[in-house]
């Protein structure tokens, strides 16, 4: 059965205290791994999409990467501002996402 | 521009009101998805149009009526909801539809039935 676990549920760092988010996935097929950030009450933001194993990806703070089992988000001297959920998603054979529950960060100034 | 627009941000309505959700993309996508999120859950897809032809349907009770007038504007037309139907509604929307493609959220409305 395709399964998506994020971990760990919540996340709580000092402001620049580096850190890392795990997604670990069962698919049969990967289509694609996809990141979103969600702040309460909003639609998730789009963050990353990864393909194919040993592909790594950056934008600001934040760097993904993917192997044949997880993902992960770097997360690299956080501020405050990046406080919000982080959810996975991948895609397979099938024509529908599979999330993961979240991984809610707070970041204290 | 990756943006997706949803109107109303709020909508409140009694269990006999009609009401509509509408959600506009400009990024020339052609697959359009509605999607249900209880607090502190990720989304739950309720349909997909792809090439403006309803594709999937997860399903969803009809008292939820999608409609998609053209490529760029998804509507959801409400009927007749439960209290349990309260939640936040999210459109999206994708290139094609392919399970490579990524998806983009709009902002959603909060939707509360009483």
């Known amino acids: 059965e395709d399964q998506v676990t994020q971990s760990p549920e919540a996340l709580r760092l000092q402001e620049g205290e580096s850190s890392s988010l795990n997604c670990s996935y069962t698919?049969?097929?990967?289509?694609?791994l996809f990141w979103y950030r969600q702040d309460p009450g909003k639609g998730p933001e789009f963050l990353f999409t990864?393909?194919?194993?040993?592909e790594e990806k950056e934008k600001e703070r934040l760097k993904a990467t993917l192997t044949k089992k997880e993902s992960f988000l770097h997360i690299t001297a956080p501020k405050p501002e990046d406080s919000a959920t982080y959810l996975c998603a991948v895609s397979g054979s099938n024509y529908q996402l599979i999330w993961g529950a979240g991984t809610k960060l707070i970041i204290k100034p | 521009d990756t943006e997706v627009t949803q109107t109303p941000k709020h909508l409140v309505m009694g269990m006999t009101n009609k009401k509509s959700l509408k959600c506009e993309q400009h990024?020339?996508?052609?697959?359009m998805y509605w999607y249900k999120q209880k607090a502190k859950k990720p989304p739950e897809l309720m349909f997909v149009?792809?090439?403006?032809?309803?594709?999937i349907n997860e399903s969803v009770p009809s008292r939820f009526s999608p409609e998609c007038p053209n490529s760029s504007l998804l509507n959801l037309h409400l009927h007749a909801l439960q209290p349990e139907d309260s939640a936040l509604y999210l459109c999206a929307s994708s290139q094609a539809g392919a399970t490579t493609d990524t998806q983009y959220f709009g902002p959603g409305t909060r939707l509360t039935v009483l």
């Open positions: 698919v049969s097929g990967l289509r694609g």
């Open positions: 149009y792809s090439y403006e032809k309803l594709s």
């Open positions: 990864l393909y194919s194993a040993g």
């Open positions: 990024m020339g996508h052609r697959a």
